[in-house]
């Protein structure tokens, strides 16, 4: 396995701080944080250069808050000083990491979000029967479980630059025995390199033909049913054994029963968004909030949930809402079918 050198300089020079720096502002050109950055531009990247480079930079507390959806999470905030040297290692290391990930590896990749992975996941199984078998699994506490020797032993297969290594591990770094804080850009990369072998022994070992990973959220689609329940058996001690992890869901069933993946109600032959959005998105449309509907309606982008959410928006806005339809999806609501009628949610 070919390893990479003489990437801290690259990582941290002057230049790729700096694009770093414009990686880090999109999108929040309007937050405090980013504006008080930029107030003093040069001075901010100079510090951060000299504290890298001497080996005095530490990154800022963290700013916690929580989440409920889809299950409690404490997000840990960085700093934006502290984003953009993330940014300066990501644009370092990415693609180093991402030759090595298997096609079915979805997550924050690039060109590798929820949409590809839910047409993975279709087309596998359209690959097979109806009565056929889907294994569908899913790590324990994922993020507050991995071992940061481990995800360092997995780092240090790729980069062997120490200097580089050590700064990448300050963003995993918490205050509990095991995990990586979640909410970091790195903790994102951190996650596809730690449980990269799994993909492998799976493809490579096992020899399973259509496989597909979300995160800590994966699939074996296509099997008999003695099949999955040995390779559940395999999947399970390989995890204990080398990357101290241990399953929580594990769901055997049919084909044609369809799978709840990546936020998607997924059949051979029709996608759905779960319900829970469509009742997000209901909430949305009464309440007027355009700038949820428009991402709900992102989410439900070339899914066969979206003539339904498409008349729904109109209905409301034929009864005086305060709310448009987007214009990438005005071409796609003129050439809805007219059996594209509201119906209950949970019709």
């Given at each position: 396995m070919k390893r990479y050198g003489n990437l801290?300089?690259?990582?941290?020079s002057e230049e790729n701080m700096y694009q770093a720096y414009l990686d880090a502002r999109r999108g929040k050109r309007g937050k405090r944080a980013c504006f008080e950055f930029?107030?003093?531009l040069g001075d901010n990247l100079a510090s951060l250069h000299n504290a890298i480079h001497t080996g005095t930079y530490a990154p800022s507390p963290y700013f916690q808050f929580v989440v409920y959806e889809p299950k409690r999470r404490i997000i840990h905030a960085p700093t934006f000083r502290d984003v953009v040297v993330q940014h300066a290692i990501y644009r370092t290391i990415y693609h180093i990491f991402d030759r090595s990930f298997i096609s079915s590896s979805f997550a924050c990749r690039i060109g590798y979000g929820t949409h590809k992975a839910a047409r993975?996941?279709?087309a596998a199984m359209q690959n097979h029967s109806g009565d056929d078998y889907v294994l569908k699994l899913d790590v324990r506490k994922f993020f507050y479980s991995m071992q940061r020797s481990i995800l360092r032993r997995l780092i240090e297969r790729k980069i062997k630059d120490r200097r580089l290594v050590d700064v990448m591990m300050l963003f995993a770094d918490m205050e509990t025995l095991?995990?990586?804080p979640i909410g970091n850009l790195l903790s994102q990369i951190f996650a596809l390199i730690y449980l990269n072998p799994l993909d492998h022994f799976i493809k490579r070992l096992l020899k399973v033909r259509d496989y597909v990973r979300y995160v800590?959220?994966?699939m074996l689609i296509g099997?008999?049913?003695e099949k999955c329940l040995a390779l559940r058996d395999a999947i399970v001690e390989f995890l204990r054994r080398l990357l101290g992890l241990e399953l929580s869901r594990v769901t055997l069933q049919k084909v044609r029963k369809g799978v709840n993946f990546c936020g998607y109600r997924t059949w051979r032959t029709v996608t759905f968004i779960r319900k829970h959005s469509l009742y997000k998105f209901r909430r949305s449309v009464k309440a007027a909030a355009q700038e949820s509907v428009n991402s709900l309606l992102g989410h439900a982008k070339n899914t066969n949930s979206m003539a339904y959410m498409l008349a729904m928006?109109?209905?409301a806005i034929h009864n005086?809402?305060?709310l448009q339809i987007p214009e990438n999806y005005r071409a796609v609501h003129n050439v809805l079918p007219r059996r594209a009628r509201l119906q209950p949610v949970g019709a």
């Open positions: 801290f300089e690259k990582a941290f930029e107030k003093h993975c996941a279709r095991l995990g990586i800590d959220d994966f099997l008999p049913r928006l109109k209905e005086g809402g305060n």
